[in-house]
């Protein structure tokens, strides 16, 4: 495919087609992160990761002799059946 930069406003912008973006499982409003490898700009999806950290860095933590407990959160209130 071939496209190009366009300017707009005080920015420049690449326009990419609904098809490539879909080849790529991409929509618009997605958040991507682009990066210059060897002469090349490389545009892939970000990966945000809340609070910096992901869940396998969270998971990693956990003590391995770790067992979690019960919680009593005492009477049912409602209709909760048991």
Known sequence: MI????????????????E???DV????G??????????SLIVTPAHRVRGGRSLEDLVARVPEDYRPGEIDW????GREVW
Request: proline share 5%.
């Open 20 to 22: 490539l973006l879909a």
């Open 30 to 39: 997605d958040p991507v992160h682009v990066s210059v490898q060897g002469g």
């Open 74 to 77: 005492g009477a049912p209130t």
């Open 25 to 28: 499982h991409m929509e618009v």
């Open 3 to 18: 496209t190009k930069i366009q300017k707009w406003g005080n920015s420049q912008g690449l326009r990419l087609s609904k």
